[in-house]
Each structure stands twice: as C-alpha cells, then as structure tokens.
C-alpha cells in the first residue's frame, strides 16, 4: 500500500493472484483486484456506467472482447453494474467480470479474471457486504 495518496491515481486496494503475475504460465493466473479511484479523476463521472467507458478502453487495449455491457447486479443487498470480458490466447482461456459502484466520492471497482465463467462465478460468489460501511448512502 502507498503512504499518503496522489490525486488523480487509482489504489489498488487488494490485489490477489493464483501464482505471482510475472511467472510465465500455462494456464489463467486466476485474479482478484479490488481498486479505488477518486471521482474527481473524471470531473464527468455520474454514475457507475459512466465509468465503463474507461474500462472497455483498457480491456479492449488487452485483447479483450466484450461478452456482456454493463447490467445490473445485484450481490447481497447491495447494487453494483457488472461487465464481463473474454479473450483467447493459444490455447488459454481468459473471462474477467468487472463489478463497479460509486460510493463516497470514489469508484470502487472489483475485478475478477479466471479461466472460465464457472471459475469467475465461484469468486465473486466469495465477495460480500458487512459492517457499517454496507449500507447505501
């Protein structure tokens, strides 16, 4: 984690791998990144969806091809929009699922890379809302 913070600059807030993101493997390096950005990085910025446009940008830019625009949802009690991505390179098999919210003047985005959607799905499965921090304002 950075000490302090730089206006403008995306945190990650967690960021989990299947095996260190340099090793050259075989397969998907399965992935959970959790991010914030401050809204004032895009003075536009409405809603969530708003914020879509610069994550297709970057996936596209990977090599990914979108699966499904951004929808509703929904993950406990909590509303989020959620976009879903594949590639194929060779012989492997790339899906991310990205679930994004606009809380507090930050975006919240939670990113999930795996080998399929069964992979993806059972991650964001583990992903839940408690504490005081989990109530919609």
């Known amino acids: 984690m950075r000490e302090g913070s730089e206006a403008g600059k995306s945190l990650v807030m967690l960021g989990v791998f299947q095996h260190p993101p340099e090793v050259t493997a075989e397969s998907t390096n399965s992935a959970v990144v959790f991010a914030a950005e401050s809204t004032s990085t ?3 910025l409405k809603t969530a969806l708003d914020y879509f446009g610069p994550i297709e940008e970057v996936t596209k830019a990977k090599g990914f091809d979108t699966i499904n625009a951004p929808y509703t949802f929904t993950l406990g009690t909590r509303e989020l929009l959620r976009a879903d991505f594949s590639k194929q390179v060779g012989n492997v098999s790339f ?6 919210t606009v809380q507090k003047g ?3 985005s939670f990113t999930f890379l795996g080998s399929d959607n069964d992979e993806v799905e059972g991650l964001i499965e583990k992903l839940s809302f408690s504490g005081k921090g989990a109530s919609r304002k």
Do not use: C, E
Request: no cysteine; glycine share 0%.
């Open 106 to 108: 930050y975006i919240v």
């Open 42 to 44: 895009y003075p536009k």
């Open 95 to 100: 899906f991310q699922s990205t679930l994004v």
